[in-house]
Protein backbone atom coordinates (compact mmCIF):
# COMPACT_ATOMS: atom_id res chain seq x y z
CA UNK A 1 0.00 0.00 0.00
CA UNK A 2 1.50 3.30 -1.18
CA UNK A 3 -0.11 5.97 0.52
CA UNK A 4 2.09 9.09 2.00
CA UNK A 5 1.61 9.80 5.80
CA UNK A 6 4.56 11.53 6.60
CA UNK A 7 4.93 15.27 8.42
CA UNK A 8 3.20 17.18 5.94
CA UNK A 9 -0.20 15.02 6.30
CA UNK A 10 0.29 15.17 10.37
CA UNK A 11 0.58 19.16 9.92
CA UNK A 12 -2.03 18.72 7.65
CA UNK A 13 -4.13 17.36 10.12
CA UNK A 14 -3.32 19.01 13.12
CA UNK A 15 -4.93 22.55 11.24
CA UNK A 16 -8.06 20.71 10.30
CA UNK A 17 -8.40 20.21 14.65
CA UNK A 18 -10.79 23.21 15.75
CA UNK A 19 -9.51 25.14 18.68
CA UNK A 20 -12.15 25.53 20.27
CA UNK A 21 -13.69 21.98 20.67
CA UNK A 22 -13.11 20.52 24.16
CA UNK A 23 -10.16 18.05 25.26
CA UNK A 24 -10.25 14.34 26.27
CA UNK A 25 -9.37 13.14 29.13
CA UNK A 26 -5.31 14.01 28.60
CA UNK A 27 -6.25 17.89 28.43
CA UNK A 28 -4.85 18.79 25.67
CA UNK A 29 -6.17 20.87 23.53
CA UNK A 30 -5.80 22.05 19.90
CA UNK A 31 -4.92 25.33 20.36
CA UNK A 32 -1.85 23.98 22.86
CA UNK A 33 -1.06 21.69 19.48
CA UNK A 34 -0.95 24.27 17.18
CA UNK A 35 0.80 26.84 19.44
CA UNK A 36 3.87 25.33 18.07
CA UNK A 37 2.61 23.52 15.22
CA UNK A 38 6.37 22.85 14.08
CA UNK A 39 7.31 20.68 17.66
CA UNK A 40 4.00 18.95 17.27
CA UNK A 41 4.23 17.83 13.93
CA UNK A 42 7.59 16.21 14.61
CA UNK A 43 6.22 14.81 18.21
CA UNK A 44 3.12 13.33 16.51
CA UNK A 45 4.84 12.37 13.62
CA UNK A 46 7.43 10.43 15.28
CA UNK A 47 4.82 8.81 17.76
CA UNK A 48 2.75 7.59 14.79
CA UNK A 49 5.27 6.08 13.23
CA UNK A 50 6.38 3.93 16.27
CA UNK A 51 2.77 3.13 17.57
CA UNK A 52 2.05 -0.66 16.78
CA UNK A 53 -1.49 -0.30 18.56
CA UNK A 54 -3.44 2.55 19.61
CA UNK A 55 -2.21 4.08 23.27
CA UNK A 56 -5.18 3.38 25.89
CA UNK A 57 -5.45 7.13 26.48
CA UNK A 58 -6.67 7.68 22.80
CA UNK A 59 -9.57 4.49 23.33
CA UNK A 60 -10.95 6.95 26.59
CA UNK A 61 -13.28 9.42 25.98
CA UNK A 62 -15.47 11.60 28.41
CA UNK A 63 -19.73 11.14 27.55
CA UNK A 64 -21.81 14.09 28.76
CA UNK A 65 -24.94 15.37 28.01
CA UNK A 66 -25.36 18.23 26.35
CA UNK A 67 -29.09 20.36 26.34
CA UNK A 68 -31.12 20.68 22.87
CA UNK A 69 -33.98 22.37 23.45
CA UNK A 70 -37.33 22.57 26.31
CA UNK A 71 -37.52 20.92 29.33
CA UNK A 72 -34.10 18.86 30.69
CA UNK A 73 -35.85 16.96 32.78
CA UNK A 74 -36.88 15.20 29.52
CA UNK A 75 -34.60 12.91 27.94
CA UNK A 76 -35.02 12.93 24.23
CA UNK A 77 -34.33 17.01 24.83
CA UNK A 78 -30.52 16.51 25.19
CA UNK A 79 -27.68 14.48 23.26
CA UNK A 80 -24.86 12.63 24.18
CA UNK A 81 -21.29 13.59 23.12
CA UNK A 82 -17.80 12.03 23.51
CA UNK A 83 -14.59 13.84 23.91
CA UNK A 84 -11.66 12.22 23.18
CA UNK A 85 -8.08 13.09 23.46
CA UNK A 86 -7.02 15.75 20.45
CA UNK A 87 -3.64 13.43 19.46
CA UNK A 88 -6.36 10.53 18.80
CA UNK A 89 -8.31 12.69 16.65
CA UNK A 90 -5.50 13.91 14.59
CA UNK A 91 -4.63 10.07 14.17
CA UNK A 92 -8.42 9.43 13.77
CA UNK A 93 -7.94 11.94 10.32
CA UNK A 94 -4.69 10.34 9.01
CA UNK A 95 -6.46 7.18 9.36
CA UNK A 96 -9.41 8.05 8.33
CA UNK A 97 -8.05 9.63 5.13
CA UNK A 98 -5.67 6.42 4.72
CA UNK A 99 -8.84 4.05 4.55
CA UNK A 100 -10.48 6.58 2.19
CA UNK A 101 -7.82 6.69 -0.40
CA UNK A 102 -7.46 3.10 -0.16
CA UNK A 103 -11.23 1.94 -0.75
CA UNK A 104 -11.01 4.41 -3.96
CA UNK A 105 -7.98 2.95 -5.09
CA UNK A 106 -9.71 -0.07 -5.26
CA UNK A 107 -7.25 -2.05 -2.68
CA UNK A 108 -10.45 -3.32 -0.77
CA UNK A 109 -12.07 -5.44 -3.03
CA UNK A 110 -15.16 -8.41 -2.14
CA UNK A 111 -13.23 -11.48 -2.37
Same mark, same amino acid.
Request: hydrophobic share 35%; charged share 30%.
Given at each position: ?????????????????????? /??? %? #???????? &??? $???? !?? *????????????????????????????? /??? %? #???????? &??? $???? !?? *??????????????????
Amino acid at each position: MDIETGPVKVKEAIEKTRNEKA /TGT %D #NISAKLIK &SDI $GTST !SQ *LYDLFIKVKEVPSDWKKSIITKVPKKGDL /TIY %D #NSREISLI &SVP $GKIF !SI *LLTERMRKGVDAGWLQKG
